[in-house]
């Protein structure tokens, strides 16, 4: 049974850090990624890599501000999250797909685990 599950959301105030963990178990993925959806607005790319070389790409608007890594021996795919602002707010929902094609686009992916929430407070 293939599984995401994501954990390490929370509240935090500008400026501030969060650390989001992605498990997945059940069968092995070629791309991983993190979207994030804020209420009444779409489903939005953060940041994907590759699981076996660990190359990483990011949405601009997040570039130098998070950072996306792997740690092939837990499984686990994290997202740092730091310099934390109010338009960060959303639900970050861990992705995967099987072929090695780099996508943002949230229908090109397979996979997805339930969510967590972030909040940022100003």
């Known amino acids: 049974q293939v599984q995401l599950v994501e954990s390490g959301g929370g509240l935090v105030q500008a400026g501030g850090s969060l650390r989001l963990s992605c498990l997945a178990s059940g069968r092995t993925f070629s791309v991983l990624a993190w979207f994030r959806q804020a209420p009444g607005k779409d489903r939005d790319f953060v940041a994907g890599?590759?699981?076996?070389?660990?190359?990483?790409y990011y949405a601009d608007s997040v570039k130098g501000r998070f950072t996306i890594s792997r740690d092939s021996a837990k499984n686990t795919v994290y997202l740092q999250l730091n310099n934390l602002k109010p338009e960060d707010t959303a639900v970050y929902s861990c992705a995967a797909k099987p072929n090695l094609v780099l996508s943002m686009t949230a229908g090109r992916f397979d996979y997805w685990g339930q969510g967590t929430q972030v909040t940022v407070s100003s």
């Open positions: 890599i590759t699981w076996s070389t660990g190359r990483t």
